[in-house]
């Protein structure tokens, strides 16, 4: 269940809304230019939110569909994870290019199949999200991930960050969705077999490149075969 979910079960009279995207709080906090999304179940909620918090320097739009954007600001942490190894191992642009634009393809493909938009995980909170928290030196699932692609253990990582690294908990979560839902999740199992199932992580990239080959988008058309 995502955060919503659960404090509707428990207050049911709430009128739960979401506010995400790409907004690590150093620099929100710093006011530099930033631009998130409201999410709710009404747009009369939505926009009483997007009046209350926007200003010249965050950008607030709105948005239907809380459930796409909850699932987007989770599973992109799993992600950053990835690509704080990688950046430990002293993988390099190419490296976390593939990483972000294939984890996105694996989010948006779970995220769908439970009910989320496609829109979501293509604007602020998906790619957008995943962006800054794949790349920023403020990001602690990266910094976590970056101390173990250096050999550190799952908890020497998380002790050093010393703050909360979700993108932990959220690998137990999305391994545990993508089978409900019968979606594969090629990067997210490998990070969970890395945190949870003491595999290499050079051994879990290897394992990931020389899968089966497959076209990019199975939905488009050969013009000639």
């Known amino acids: ?7 509707e079960e428990e207050i ?3 009128d739960v809304a979401v506010l995400s995207g790409p907004s690590h709080a ?4 710093r006011g530099l230019p930033t ?5 709710a179940k009404t747009e009369k909620t939505a926009e009483y939110l997007q009046e209350a918090f926007m200003n010249q320097v965050f950008r607030v739009y709105t948005s239907p569909d809380r459930l796409g954007m909850e699932l987007g600001g989770s599973l992109k942490n799993v992600i950053a994870l990835a690509a704080g190894i990688a950046d430990g191992m002293g993988y390099g642009d190419n490296t976390k290019a593939a990483l972000i634009t294939r984890g996105i393809a694996e989010i948006a493909k779970l995220g769908v199949k439970m009910g989320g938009a496609i829109e979501s995980f293509t604007g602020l909170t998906g790619i957008g999200d995943l962006i800054v928290t794949c790349a920023s030196v403020h990001s ?5 991930g970056y101390l173990m692609g250096q050999g550190k253990s799952m908890q020497e990582a998380m ?3 010393q703050m909360v690294v979700e993108g932990v908990y959220s690998t137990k ?14 990067i ?11 595999k290499d992580p050079k051994e879990a990239v290897n394992e990931l490149m020389l899968r089966d080959s497959k076209a990019e988008h199975q939905a488009l058309p050969w013009k000639e075969k």
């Open 1 to 7: 269940m995502t955060l919503s979910q659960q404090i």
């Open 12 to 14: 049911p009279q709430a």
């Open 26 to 29: 150093e620099e929100v906090g």
């Open 35 to 39: 631009a998130v999304v409201i999410g």
């Open 140 to 144: 602690r699932n990266r910094k976590a």
């Open 159 to 161: 002790d050093e960050v």
């Open 173 to 186: 979560a999305a391994v545990k969705l993508g089978k409900l839902h019968n979606v594969p999740l090629p």
């Open 188 to 198: 997210v199992s490998k990070v969970n077999e890395v945190l949870f199932e003491g």
